[in-house]
């Protein structure tokens, strides 16, 4: 009997003294000055990210949690850096994670790419022959991005015993679902992993315990072939797709990101609470991932499509000749 009392001791013991680590993961451009002050330096717009998504968390008295630790620099979110390496090589890291996981064929892929190192929409045999090159270093990147988050986890998280709360922001959606995957085929419990994907071009959440928002206005995201659908409204114009400056600045985006992250915590302490949570919206259902599927039969559609991810990708192609 005192054998079984201690056993249950040292069960509640170590489920008690789990702790929470909270990541916030950024997307694309992360490098790129920004006019709020404090934040014109090198990572700037992701730092910006990570400290407006604690101070959110803060006013929401999420981070009253005694479960939700601290990293080492005093702060309860921890940026899980994306590096940026410019304009072009993030829009072209981005759409070979994209078609890496089967939203883009080849035909879209290559029509695209080619679209920016040729500058027309039109591509000939020589811009798909001569987008193979790029596309083999933006794979070697890419996975050097992912094993370096990996890494981090693992060092950070995993072996402290600690649970996983990531919020992650549009490309950084792709990389929260590729380490999920990562971590998943090492045996890392899944139940330990929560993911809230802001302005997702993914076309699911790969962790069970997941949700996304994305505000119907998007003009980055809702083009993007299979991304999943949108789920929040917000007012205000141009693209529509900074995380600080619009989904945390707009009421319905920034309640569904709280209900979510204090949702999503409480599923990864109680896993019986996993229904309670789908039920309040903290966790996605099937049915809210289900994306816009374009096929041949819609082609003024994928015309649209294809329009507005060109000339989204071409702006940043200008943006980059113009500041190098």
Known sequence: MRKLLFILLLLFSASASAKVDIYYGNGIWAFRE????????????????????????????????????????????????????????????????????GQLDDVWFFTLVGAVLSGNPII????????????????????????????????YSVDEGDQIMLVSHSQGNLFANRVFDELNATGYDYKNFANVQVASPADQ??????????????????????????NAEADGSGLMHGFDEVYLANEDPHNQIMNAVKGQISVLKDPSKAKEARDNGAIDSDHDQAGIIP????????????????????WALRREEQEA
């Open 124 to 155: 000939a045999v020589g811009v798909l022959v001569a987008a193979i090159a790029p596309m083999q270093d933006t794979k070697e990147f890419e996975q050097k991005n992912v094993d370096k988050m990996v890494d981090a986890y693992t060092r």
């Open 295 to 314: 096929t041949l039969k819609s082609l003024p559609y994928l015309g649209l499509l294809a329009a507005a991810m060109i000339a989204w990708m071409r």
């Open 205 to 230: 959440v790969r962790a069970p315990i997941g949700k996304h928002i994305t505000i119907c206005g998007d003009m980055v995201i809702n083009p993007i072939p299979h991304s999943m659908r949108c």
């Open 34 to 101: 920004l006019s709020t002050d404090g934040c014109n330096h090198d990572k700037a717009a992701a730092e910006c990210g990570a400290i407006a998504l604690e101070d959110k968390l803060k006013r929401e008295g999420i981070l009253n949690d005694p479960t939700i630790d601290t990293n080492d620099k005093g702060n309860k979110v921890t940026l899980q850096y994306n590096i940026g390496r410019g304009y072009l090589d993030d829009i072209l890291e981005t759409f070979f994670q994209i078609r890496e996981s």
